[in-house]
């Protein structure tokens, strides 16, 4: 008895072996196939770049400054190339707004002051240097009003402008009184009169475009008033301009109204803005001010302050005849009868219009053989695309009270409302419900952020940018007076989704990223590109996007790159041969996600006698 129980005792664990044995053949068998088919693939890289560098804690990579740093030990990944610092004469390089490169165009129309990119044998392969002694700017709101001199050192505006408070030298400091050209006695009082028409106070107007911004103090003020100006000045013989702005911490780029029309979609601003801006308002049969009808959403305001406004009481200040002033004046009155905008109001040297809500409330629109329409089909598609002077059709209405487009809801409301664009089907392919499921899915994903990052949502970095930003999901999540984000919507994006980012009272632009983007060294605090190099692989080298990012990067300002693991890897080895540090970490829903997300830090270094010893 004894026996045989043994013997059952064995063919009972030979089964069992016998099933294990089975088990784990086709378990391998299946993980074979699964990975050979290359969906596993880049995941076991990910994974295994994952064990070798412990991105859950990120022990060595550090958002603090250079001055609280400690060693690092030595990367764990190679980088592709090292970057050399550029010579130090490129420290303010703006490769599409380049001096030398500009005056080889017509000066005619401001041709000459236009984005003007470099060939592809001519851009640098190298590191655009920080000035000697360049330090982090101010925190806001302190750098509203004071620049450190090492960062911008042009003190030609402070002799230029002294008499308008513009900006004075004070120590090794910049200060801003808040003055301009015309508003000598500060930008708040100033806006206090434009408030007493413009419903600034109640969030109806969000967005604005300040046209020849000077160094942005309007749209600085207007910031603690809940009110983004996108603002713009040509780089020119004011140097710097839109420099100082981006120091200070208020929204700008370099732009000119010339030939091209605005890198911004139609109906975009709440209010635009010409303070003394020199732009010949009444030439080339009105076509500046078409334009800035064209980004002018129904019902939003204009503001001309200056010559020729009130011509009869300031003509002798302004040294001009005042047959040329009452000439100048009429002609503008005219365009904007024609373009059917209504004068609210006149105060001392401000004029004050508005744009109707649509063609039905315009009784001078009703014979459209007096006004001559544009031809287009899509009002957005602008990207180098030349001005002319006709009129930008707007979307019918039903009813003589209807706003063209949609009515919008007074900020913070619109900012998860659901906007017009979409709601009316203008955006093909995007229903109401796949935004909001957009909305839930950046508060995800920036929740995830701020556990790494410790610093996203504390203020720490001011001037953000997203450099492929769909639907402004990103920024929304973010959204705080400690912070403002510039929204890229690349041209070559198969949506064009700027529009429905203005009408959630956001900001943006459009840009292509095989070109240099309209800004100054070191403007951007923080980075952040979701998809954007699988967006652009095989249309430019990718190489030329990152040299991009860290010329507009501030020393020690923080990236966040999410796309395929198999990018990334490929990212990550350029970008560690910027003096960047960098961390792969997986994605918030596991290991088996390929997207990932690449965070990374611009390592401390400036130009000078300190370059050799950075590069080494």
Request: charged share 25%; proline share 7%.
């Amino acid at each position: 008895m004894a026996v045989k129980a043994s013997s059952a005792d064995n063919r009972t664990r030979s089964t069992v072996s016998l099933c294990i044995v089975i088990g784990m053949c086709c378990f391998f068998y299946i993980l074979g196939a699964w990975q050979k088919s290359g969906f596993g693939k880049g995941d076991s890289i990910a994974l295994e770049i994952t064990k070798r560098t412990d991105c859950t804690i990120l022990p060595n990579l550090s958002f603090d400054t250079h001055l609280a740093k400690q060693a690092r030990p030595r990367d764990l990944v190679l980088p592709a190339k090292k970057f050399k610092p550029c010579p130090d004469r490129y420290t303010d390089y703006t490769p599409c707004q380049d001096q030398n490169r500009a005056m080889k165009f017509p000066r005619e129309n401001m041709n000459y002051r236009e984005r003007h990119c470099p060939p592809q044998k001519e851009k640098l392969h190298c590191l655009i240097p920080p000035p000697k002694g360049y330090v982090a700017p101010f925190p806001w709101p302190k750098s509203r009003d004071y620049v450190p001199f090492a960062n911008c050192p042009y003190k030609s505006l402070t002799v230029e402008k002294a008499i308008q408070n513009w900006v004075q030298f004070e120590g090794n400091v910049f200060r801003f009184p808040g003055g301009g050209t015309q508003f000598p006695q500060g930008a708040d009082k100033y806006i206090d009169q434009l408030a007493s028409v413009v419903p600034i106070a109640n969030g109806t107007v969000r967005t604005a475009l300040d046209t020849g911004c000077g160094v942005a103090s309007w749209g600085a003020y207007l910031l603690k008033r809940n009110v983004l100006a996108m603002s713009f000045a040509p780089r020119d013989s004011h140097e710097a301009q839109v420099q100082f702005a981006l120091e200070r911490g208020v929204p700008a780029v370099i732009g000119v109204l010339g030939t091209i029309k605005l890198p911004y979609p139609s109906r975009a601003f709440d209010m635009a803005h010409c303070s003394r801006c020199l732009i010949p308002w009444g030439a080339n049969g009105g076509i500046y001010m078409m334009e800035v009808d064209r980004v002018l959403r129904p019902g939003g305001y204009w503001v001309l302050s200056g010559p020729p406004i009130n011509w009869k009481v300031n003509y002798k200040g302004w040294q001009r005849t005042k047959k040329d002033l009452e000439a100048e004046q009429n002609k503008i009155e005219e365009i904007a009868d024609l373009l059917c905008w209504e004068k609210v109001k006149e105060i001392g040297e401000m004029a004050i219009w508005r744009k109707r809500l649509n063609t039905e409330s315009c009784p001078s629109r009703q014979d459209e053989s007096s006004v001559q329409m544009c031809d287009s089909t899509n009002a957005d598609d602008v990207w180098y695309k030349k001005m002319k002077p006709c009129v930008t059709p707007i979307p019918d209405v039903n009813d003589p009270s209807e706003v063209a487009g949609g009515a919008i809801k007074p900020f913070p409301s619109r900012l998860n409302a659901v906007p017009p664009r979409i709601a009316n089907g203008l955006i093909p392919g995007v229903s109401s419900q796949a935004y909001q499921k957009d909305i839930k899915m950046w508060k995800k994903h920036v929740k995830a952020y701020s556990s790494v990052n410790k610093y996203l949502l504390t203020g720490r970095y001011r001037n953000i940018m997203d450099m492929n930003a769909g639907f402004g999901g990103f920024a929304a999540a973010i959204e705080s007076p400690k912070s403002w984000v510039m929204n890229v919507v690349p041209t070559i994006s198969k949506m064009s989704t700027l529009g429905a980012i203005y009408e959630r009272g956001l900001i943006g632009i459009y840009h292509d990223w095989c070109e240099a983007f309209s800004t100054y060294p070191r403007t951007y605090d923080l980075i952040h590109a979701s998809g954007l190099f699988t967006l652009y692989k095989n249309k430019c080298n990718m190489e030329d996007i990152l040299l991009e990012m860290d010329r507009v990067l501030r020393p020690e300002g923080a990236v966040i790159m999410r796309d395929d693991v198999d990018i990334l890897t490929k990212v990550n080895r350029l970008a560690l041969g910027m003096k960047w540090n960098t961390r792969l970490v997986d994605h918030e829903d596991g290991p088996m996600v390929r997207e990932k997300v690449l965070y990374a830090v611009k390592q401390y270094w400036v130009g000078g006698n300190q370059t050799a010893a950075a590069a080494a």
